[in-house]
């Protein structure tokens, strides 16, 4: 292959990206407003959730919905006055609460994430980043039985689409890691997944790579994204025009308005999420533990143990908020409540989340040689290995490995 293709955004996602369309041969730039995981793919939770493939919009979520905005110590949170600006969003998001859309988000998140950890180390193979990626268990863990028999339709997905998993006690479950010992009723373990130690050095190591390579980086704000002369779309930044044969557009919650102009309907939203790190504990976890009751999860990294989650609609404006902040250290203390450490540290990130929860990915018109990736919502780290190969693919004239007609750029 040939060709110069500019990447914008340098995300797992963007990242990658640019990473597999150097291997095709095709000279790459690669453009971000501040540099490699300076968003989301620095604080997110860091596992390879390969068996995640329920959608926050479960059935049963609207009944709910309303009870958790106002029980302090639910991890769903609304900032009022964004609801005006919210609501075109949210009506054909929470019309998806049902069994049917549910099974076909089910079926399309899948064959993006089922084999995220081969995936990953396919993308860091003979790189720095390879030292990040830790294989084990992804577990979730049940303040009772009952809790876990009432998430039994989600563990009904995972049955039908051959995931592995092994029920437990929470005693048993703590002989193998005493750090949750009387933290559970119930663990499930998930096999075949993994973790990246650290999210954010790890996507650097991959940028790193990239550029030792013979990449290049641009640290610019993109604007808008023009038509040139030649029929090709250019980038409009703050550091003047970059053009390319091919554009790919992977910049998450910020992609909407540069896609406006040329008609694609983008219904996308931003899903915060937050994550509280114990710094240099006295102890860690052996394995990643999503807390089934606070929907957050418990990551063992280096030199610390993040505990990410929450779901806030806030818009992108809102600075970070002490209330969900305040809940999930109130969750952390319940938890782990003898745990010493050093210090805590605080994060807020930005989720790309569409109506439908699944991402946006391919050919943006035909007429222009646009692509773009992104709204993966709780997974852009699981799915970006991937996505990065699909879109190499996909600039290259080739058909990707797994049907993409899920992630239309058209479908709504």
Known sequence: MSGKIVVAGAGIVGVSTAVWLQRAGFEVVLVDREGPAAGTSHGNAGILAAASVTPVTMPGLVGKAPLMLLDRNAPLFLRLGYLPRLLPFLGPYLSRCNERDVRRYAD??????????????????????????????????????????????????????????????????????????????????????????????????????????????????????????????????NEGRIGGDKIALTTGVWSKPLLTKFGLSVPLETERGYHVELVYPRSYPKNPMMVASGKFVVTP????????????????????????????????????????????????????????????????????????????????????????????????????????????????
């Open 108 to 237: 399309g998140m899948a064959p993006l994430v089922y084999d995220t950890v081969a995936q990953h180390k396919a993308l860091a193979a003979g790189t720095d980043a390879e030292s990040f990626i830790e294989e084990g268990d992804y577990c979730f863990g049940y303040a009772s039985h009952a809790e876990f028999k009432a998430d039994g339709f989600a563990w009904k997905l995972r049955d039908e689409r051959g995931y592995v998993y092994e029920v437990q006690s929470g005693e048993d479950y703590a002989e193998a890691d005493p750090f949750y010992a009387g933290s559970f009723d119930t663990v499930v373990r998930c096999k075949n997944h993994g973790r990246i130690s650290d999210p954010g050095a790890y996507v650097k190591a991959l940028a790193a790579h990239f550029v030792a390579e013979g990449g290049s980086f641009v640290r610019a704000v993109v604007s808008d994204i023009e038509m040139n002369g030649l029929g090709r779309a250019e980038l409009v930044t």
């Open 301 to 412: 990294m280096q030199g610390r143990i993040r505990c990410a989650g929450i779901v806030e609609f806030a818009g992108l404006q809102t600075a970070s908020r002490r209330q969900p902040l305040d809940m999930l250290k109130r969750r952390i203390k319940q938890l782990f409540p003898g745990l010493e450490y050093r210090e805590q540290s605080e994060w807020l990130g930005h989720r790309p989340a569409l109506t439908d929860s699944l991402p946006m990915i391919g050919r943006v018109t035909e007429e222009a040689e646009l692509f773009t990736a992104f709204g993966h919502q709780h997974l852009g780290l699981t799915g970006g290995a991937k996505t990065g190969r699909i879109m190499a693919d996909l600039m290259s004239g080739i058909q990707p490995a797994i049907d993409v007609i899920p992630y239309a750029t058209n479908r709504f």
